[in-house]
């Protein structure tokens, strides 16, 4: 039978990853995250004026309500990209993205009149561990529009901001 490592547990007869070594050693006190969330079924919703002022509005509020603070972001017409990061007294991610979501799938129907589920149950995250990772993950977001054939430059796409300097 397996015994105790020091990672934590083993099942079986299967040895730890040795490549998990160097979790232990990861630590950041302060981390920016990359965030991607989808429509539910990709449902074209989000790339207009009225949507978008409700994203950006629930984004502005992130502090009060949830102790995030968002930075970059862009509004594709089945997603969004965004990076955020904790405040002091902030709720888990988690929490976050869902009470986000929640908020702004009453008010996306509400407003807008669209009916049914507005975003996916999950959503994608990365840590930013260097301002190289930054940098790459800024560029993709903000060229995402010209991969997606929507404008031929990213300056023309209208649904990028920023809401804080992070």
Same mark, same amino acid.
């Given at each position: ?40 079924? !990709? @449902? ?9 002022? +409700?994203?950006?509005? *629930? ?5 009060? $309500? ?39 799938? !009453? @008010? ?9 589920? +507005?975003?996916?149950? *999950? ?5 930013? $561990? ?37």
């Amino acid at each position: 039978m397996a015994e105790v490592s020091d990672l934590g547990y083993m099942i079986g007869t299967i040895m730890p990853h040795s490549h998990l070594h160097r979790l232990e050693r990861i630590w950041i006190s302060s981390p920016i995250f990359f965030i991607t969330t989808c429509t539910d079924n !990709k @449902r074209l919703l989000l790339s207009n004026e009225s949507t978008a002022s +409700i994203l950006i509005a *629930e984004w502005k509020s992130a502090p009060e $309500r949830h102790g995030w603070h968002i930075g970059q972001y862009v509004i594709m017409p089945d997603h969004v990209h965004f990076f955020c990061s904790a405040g002091n007294e902030s709720k888990s991610l988690s929490n976050f993205m869902k009470h986000w979501k929640e908020l702004t799938s !009453k @008010r996306i129907k509400k407003e807008c009149g669209t009916e049914g589920n +507005i975003w996916q149950r *999950e959503f994608f995250d990365h840590v930013i $561990r260097n301002e190289e990772s930054y940098a790459q993950k800024k560029e993709y977001i903000f060229n995402n529009p010209v991969r997606a054939g929507l404008v031929t430059n990213a300056d023309e796409w209208l649904w990028k901001g920023e809401i804080e300097i992070l």
